[in-house]
């Protein structure tokens, strides 16, 4: 068993009504919809051709149904004024739905952008559980390379390291090589132990402190203090 049937298990087919499909709660992969795609497929359902079912998820316990894969084609059915379309309906929340979303399309339909691969790559690496997974392993789910994965992987643990620095209110200074980055240094002047005391002082001779909480302007030295 692959790790899409244990994710997502499998299908039902039916006949769906283009209505009660939800295309709006963020399962989209795409940055944007292709209008030539569209208008083809829009040609072929009027001329009576079967184009492939789309992927659509029955939420246990809302019942809603919504839109993984096939926004091309749905869009293309509102366009030749069907009413109804053929689906692959999986039972699954909203976090199953945008995880298969991001395993769509490598191999048919709209060619994907180097953004709608880093989409659905950061998809699976900011999920819980999947996130976990090895480089390799999410990138056989996104059909991409383990490369293209660890790249971004590095990208979001040096954003989360970077944002840990600065609620310690250091200063980050990014290091590049070759024109990208390599690293950061975090630098910071560590907050004497009689500060705390000497703005009580402050506040109890009437001087008032403008800016955050104790004055900084900096929330990692609020933090400390």
């Not at 087919?13 to 939800?22: E, H, M, P, V, Y």
């Not at 944007?32 to 359902?45: E, G, H, M, N």
């Not at 659509?56 to 839109?67: M, N, T, W």
Request: with cysteine.
């Amino acid at each position: 068993m692959n790790d899409k049937t244990k994710l997502f298990g499998t299908p039902v087919r039916r006949t769906l009504a283009l209505s009660a499909i939800r295309r709006q709660d963020g399962t989209q992969v795409r940055e944007s919809l292709d209008t030539a795609a569209i208008v083809d497929y829009a040609d072929r359902y009027r001329e009576g051709e079967t184009l492939p079912p789309v992927d659509v998820f029955e939420d246990p316990q809302s019942k809603l149904l919504r839109l993984a894969n096939g926004f091309h084609r749905c869009s293309a059915a509102d366009a030749a004024l069907l009413d109804e379309i053929e689906a692959n309906v999986y039972q699954g929340d909203l976090r199953a739905a945008r995880l298969f979303a991001a395993t769509c399309n490598a191999e048919h339909g709209v060619r994907r952008t180097e953004e709608t691969v880093r989409t659905a790559v950061l998809t699976f690496l900011k999920d819980e559980e999947c996130g976990t997974w090895t480089d390799r392993r999410i990138a056989a789910a996104v059909t991409c390379s383990p490369t293209t994965v660890g790249k971004h992987r590095a990208k979001l643990e040096a954003a989360a390291e970077e944002e840990a620095q600065r609620t310690k209110a250091a200063t980050v200074i990014f290091v590049g090589v070759g024109g990208k980055m390599a690293g950061f240094v975090a630098i910071a002047d560590p907050i004497k132990g009689t500060t705390a005391q000497a703005l009580q002082a402050l506040k109890a001779a009437g001087i008032r402190i403008v800016g955050s909480r104790h004055g900084f302007g900096f929330s990692g030295v609020d933090t400390e203090l």
